[in-house]
């Protein structure tokens, strides 16, 4: 059983958080130190060898699930540590634990307002003001979903149902299935260096992943708008029917801005909805500076709906992400996509679980409101400020090392990914010979555990390297130059030639 009515779980808790925050402290001083790993990395097949996964009958108790807890944490990523760049989210940060505590301790939904009343105020308010910071005005507002694209997929379902309503209850019968219906195939535009949510969401959706148009994008990575313009003519044309356009502040690879005003001109003209996946680079607006100096949010207020991770740039506890619009916040997604459930949803406004896909609702919002309140919106930006101004010294380290190999992909940097090749100067330099090169050296950094760090490709060029810069305690010298050096290092224990020999020979 989970619990017994002669247990005192008060106490025992009391018990188990007395344990657990010893070993939680213990694990956050060790990821601030650079000398211990990132991870200690093992192969899937080591793990098991290595780690009990074997689900038992009878329970375990504290000892028994806090050695396994323990062992959990040693065989974990230490995202704590400056040197994890791997992905578009860090380590978090002590109000990010407090809060998710606080989560658990409630254990709240805020699917009615009447069983979380505090959590659905707190979701209701911070939605507004993140809207606020986008320019979207009085009545912007949103809801949190479990993830970037669970908030894009819901902008996508909510501009079909707000566009075309019947499609709710008739279902999809494009012209010319139905040469009756008010519309043709419905076609979604994006460029070709956005998220692949984009497609997952047409395909949950039926749409089917062939009536997505990728647009083309300029060299810096943003979409070309007189091109998504042609592409939209030609759809209409064709009989068809364009109906949302995606652009991405802040693309997953190189970290590009599509421009926003000029997209939604074009939208506006063709009676599309425009969505913003800001999923990675949305959270930079919560900074004065770059409100103030740059461009990528110029036009914000025109989107009809705005995707946003918190988990990503402001160190908010996975997984915090809210779909914005100006168009009556929440209560916009409630009018496009509620069902008659009246065994739970009896007229409340203040109901959030009316506008989501989903049923139950982690109160997500709590950690941001939180963090929020802690950090005041300057400290929020502050943490951005950083991350640009360490990653525009890291871009120059990686230029000045050009006499040794290293290039960079994109120069200057578009945002906090820095994306480079390193390339031996005996080795030939073909794209296939660099995306080796670089595939290898990415694995033997990774499984050193001293850093964790990701690789990517781009049409028509080689893999390179992509380090994320996110966390506030990077260090430019002791983590960003280590890793340049580190890669050195790597390189010199490797015989290219049987490397290269060998895959070719495979």
């Not at 915090?320 to 406004?349: K, R, W």
């Not at 896909?357 to 409101?369: N, T, V």
């Amino acid at each position: 059983m989970v619990a017994v009515k002669d247990v005192d779980q008060a106490k025992e808790l009391e018990i188990m958080l007395n344990r657990m925050q010893e070993m939680i402290i213990d694990f956050v001083k060790e990821g601030q130190k650079e000398a211990l790993p990132v991870v200690n990395y093992k192969s899937p097949e080591e793990l098991y060898e290595t780690f009990d996964f074997k689900l038992p009958k009878s329970g375990a108790g504290i000892e028994g699930t806090f050695e396994l807890i323990q062992s959990t944490m040693k065989y974990s990523v230490n995202s704590w540590n400056p040197r994890f760049m791997d992905k578009l989210y860090a380590g978090t940060n002590p109000i990010g634990v407090i809060s998710e505590l606080l989560l658990a301790v409630l254990n709240s939904n805020t699917h009615v307002y009447h069983v979380s009343p505090v959590f659905t105020l707190m979701e209701i308010q911070v939605t507004k003001a993140t809207g606020q910071l986008l320019n979207m005005g009085e009545n912007a507002g949103g809801l949190l979903c479990p993830g970037g694209a669970a908030s894009n997929l819901l902008a996508m379902v909510t501009a079909r149902n707000k566009l075309f309503p019947m499609i709710k209850t008739e279902g999809y019968y494009p012209r010319p299935m139905n040469p009756n219906a008010r519309y043709g195939q419905l076609k979604v535009f994006t460029s070709l260096h956005s998220h692949y949510s984009i497609d997952k969401a047409a395909q949950v959706m039926g749409l089917g992943t062939n009536n997505i148009i990728k647009v083309p994008v300029d060299n810096a990575g943003r979409m070309k708008v007189d091109e998504l313009e042609r592409l939209i003519v030609e759809s209409i044309e064709r009989g068809e029917t364009p109906f949302f356009i995606n652009a991405t502040a802040g693309t997953t690879v190189l970290g590009a801005f599509d421009p926003i005003r000029a997209i939604s001109t074009v939208a506006k003209k063709y009676h599309c909805w425009l969505h913003v996946d800001g999923s990675w680079g949305g959270g930079a607006v919560f900074s004065d500076k770059v409100r103030k100096e740059r461009n990528w949010f110029d036009g914000s207020e025109l989107a009809d709906t705005f995707t946003l991770n918190p988990h990503k740039l402001l160190g908010v506890p996975l997984q915090c992400s809210m779909l914005i619009t100006p168009h009556d916040g929440h209560l916009l997604f409630a009018q496009s996509n509620t069902l008659t459930a009246d065994y739970l949803f009896h007229g409340n406004p203040y109901d959030l679980g009316t506008g989501t896909i989903g049923c139950g609702r982690r109160p997500d919002a709590a950690k941001l409101f939180l963090a929020w309140k802690f950090y005041g919106q300057e400290g929020l930006g502050s943490r951005i400020d950083r991350a640009l101004a360490s990653a525009e010294i890291f871009t120059d380290m990686v230029r000045a090392r050009a006499h040794k190999g290293f290039q960079l992909v994109r120069d200057p940097s578009l945002f906090l990914q820095i994306c480079f090749w390193f390339v031996p100067p005996q080795i030939k330099q073909t794209i296939e010979n660099i995306s080796k090169i670089t595939r290898e050296l990415h694995q033997r950094i990774n499984q050193s555990g001293e850093f964790l760090v990701d690789h990517a490709p781009l049409l028509g060029e080689p893999d390179f390297f992509r380090v994320v810069i996110n966390a506030p305690s990077v260090n430019v010298h002791r983590d960003l130059e280590r890793l340049l050096n580190a890669i050195e290092e790597v390189n010199l224990t490797i015989d290219w030639n049987k490397i290269l020999d060998f895959h070719c020979a495979r």
